[in-house]
């Protein structure tokens, strides 16, 4: 079987494939498949180095698929689709509402240079049938000055773990998966701010290049405390906002660890319902957030409170076990609520055995 291999740029672009047929360690002209150059919004080069040996391949720009079909040319992002002789989305940005202060089909912030625009994985999801775990991972890169901060946020979620549980199965035969949050942090000073955006910090471009090395299972977030950004002043009452996987809070904030705490709930895809992801605010994350996490992922089927959190798409990156029937169809309760219940099965299922 032969083996085609791929370069990437730091954009993820794929500029070359290539397979050393011959197996001698040397590529030759003649083993180059394919190679691409493109303008920075994602035209591509025409007029050299379009030679195609085999069978083209659909991801370029990006890593994205190009959908040619009917002459159309656009990239598939999965949330969107892009137009790169424009250089701009064909569907307007699910988040607009965020953003109001840009057009809702401008990509990557008009610098596709430095950022991608990616579908927005923020967390992973981690499950352990061996030891009935689901963990759900999440890291954030800060600068100093809000370390605190984020480590008081990061403490917070990480201590509610096993409060609730993943419950698959009937009666007193019911698993629960004990929900665990691994929150952690790091601290980078090296970006500097940038004018009139403050909040386009050391985190927020590892994040993105989180998502350009990993973009199907990247777990690096940002968050920053911002007195200038542009959302805050045109509404005096907007206490935090996310946007993917950075979230951004108010620097004289009523309560800037409850603020973090929310918003950093809407990066693991939870929406406005109840508890600390009420729009109003409230003390503790319930059930039915966590639950909003795991059906991002495809275990469960929580319904969503509103369209908030729909930007952060989490992914499975590790299991370990076998899964018992019918695992994805469980859902998330308390941890108290689930022994209640199988505790009075079973004293159900002892009772119809006398």
Wanted: cysteine-free.
């Amino acid at each position: 079987m032969e083996i085609k291999n791929q370069y990437t740029d730091h954009l993820g672009n794929i500029r070359l494939s290539y397979s050393d047929s011959d197996n001698n360690g040397t590529i030759t002209t003649s083993e180059i498949i394919e190679e691409n150059n493109y303008y920075p919004f994602g035209l591509e080069h025409k007029g050299y180095n379009n030679v195609v040996n085999g069978t083209e391949h659909p991801y370029k720009y990006n890593g994205k698929e190009l959908n040619e079909e009917l002459g159309l040319g656009w990239y598939d992002y999965g949330a969107r689709n892009y137009q790169p002789d424009l250089g701009r989305w064909m569907n307007i940005d699910p988040l607009a509402e965020d953003y109001f202060e840009k057009t809702p089909y401008m990509y990557a912030g008009n610098n596709p240079v430095m950022f991608v625009d990616y579908d927005g994985r923020d967390f992973g999801v981690y499950i352990d049938h061996e030891n009935n775990t689901i963990t759900i991972r999440s890291h954030y890169v800060v600068n100093s000055n809000d370390s605190d901060l984020m480590n008081d946020i990061a403490s917070y979620w990480n201590g509610i773990s096993g409060d609730n549980v993943f419950s698959v199965g009937e009666g007193a035969d019911a698993q629960d998966y004990s929900v665990n949050f691994e929150v952690t942090v790091e601290v980078d000073d090296s970006a500097g701010s940038t004018a009139g955006a403050d909040f386009l910090t050391a985190g927020y471009e590892k994040a993105q290049k989180g998502r350009t090395d990993n973009p199907n299972s990247n777990e690096i977030n940002s968050l920053v405390t911002s007195s200038d950004y542009l959302p805050f002043k045109k509404n005096d009452r907007k206490q935090g906002q996310t946007g993917g996987n950075d979230a951004v809070i108010r620097k004289d904030a009523e309560s800037k660890t409850n603020t973090g705490k929310h918003e950093v709930g809407h990066n693991f895809g939870m929406s406005h319902t109840s508890g600390l992801m009420n729009d109003t605010g409230g003390r503790s994350a319930t059930s039915r957030s966590v639950g909003e996490t795991l059906s991002r992922v495809g275990l469960g089927t929580s319904s969503y409170g509103d369209r908030t959190g729909s930007g952060a798409i989490g992914n499975i990156n590790g299991v370990k076990g076998t899964a018992p029937a019918n695992f994805t169809s469980g859902s998330v309760m308390s941890k108290k609520q689930f022994d209640r219940r199988k505790n009075r099965a079973i004293k159900r299922a002892k009772r119809k055995s006398n």
